[in-house]
């Protein structure tokens, strides 16, 4: 999933797992991060082009693109 953080206009790539994740180091680009954080959870039965607040917090993120 490839967002926008409208707070400081930076892109991010991410894949999802139900793993554990300790390193948060990225690969070809893309961030591994649990589904089970506040991004994670927020983009749940999300689509493209949705805004959406990040857990508790004051930031949003525009989704630009979804892979399966």
Known sequence: VKVLYLNNNKELTVCFTENQV???????????????????????????????????????VKILEINN
């Open 22 to 60: 300790t390193d948060l180091s990225k690969e070809n680009g893309i961030q591994n991060i649990n589904i089970k954080t506040p991004l994670g959870e927020s983009l749940k039965n999300k689509k493209v082009g949705d805004i959406v607040k990040i857990g508790a917090l004051d930031n949003f």
